[in-house]
């Protein structure tokens, strides 16, 4: 298995280039990276001023050339990737934006959770991506996720999901 370190939040800005130096994949779970009462009000008087501002750094461990891994907190939090894709590109919460500088572009996440996270867990070969000889995997989405706004793909409904290739969620096509 690859080395990942999953749960990030905190990451010291002297250790992101790391991640690539070492083969790590990053696995984050950014639907929390919102300015919101989990990251302001319950975090921010126990860090350090500087240690504050580097929450969720995703964007900095993907310009250092680190692999991200989507990942989400279920069920503590959503298992719907298009919520947890919206706050890693907008970062918005009640309280603001938490740290525009590290907004994830939408195509980086879709590849975080899908060939990243097959790759964290040494299934490249078999699951990740659609490709000949791989298990066919994958649902029909109510929309294009990569033409509309944030919001409007936040709000992306799944069809149906085939998974090894059998009709698993919605209406047999």
Do not use: C
Request: glycine share 8%; net charge negative.
């Amino acid at each position: 298995m690859p080395h990942t370190i999953t749960h990030l939040q905190l990451i010291r800005p002297e250790d992101i280039p790391r991640f690539h130096e070492l083969g790590v994949i990053a696995s984050f779970q950014l639907y929390w990276a919102s300015a919101g009462t989990d990251t302001i009000e319950l975090v921010k008087p126990h860090l350090d001023p500087a240690l504050y501002e580097w929450q969720y750094p995703a964007r900095s461990v993907l310009d250092e050339g680190g692999i991200l891994a989507g990942a989400s907190d279920w069920p503590v939090s959503t298992a719907n990737v298009f919520q947890a894709i919206y706050q890693a590109e907008t970062r918005k919460g009640p309280e603001g934006v938490l740290d525009a500088s590290q907004r994830v572009p939408r195509e980086a996440m879709l590849y975080a959770y899908t060939r990243n996270a097959a790759r964290a867990l040494k299934e490249q070969d078999r699951i990740g991506s659609i490709a000949p000889g791989k298990q066919a995997d994958f649902a029909l989405l109510d929309r294009d996720v990569l033409t509309g706004t944030a919001e409007e793909a936040r709000d992306t409904k799944v069809l149906w999901t085939i998974v090894g290739g059998k009709t698993v969620y919605g209406a047999k096509p």
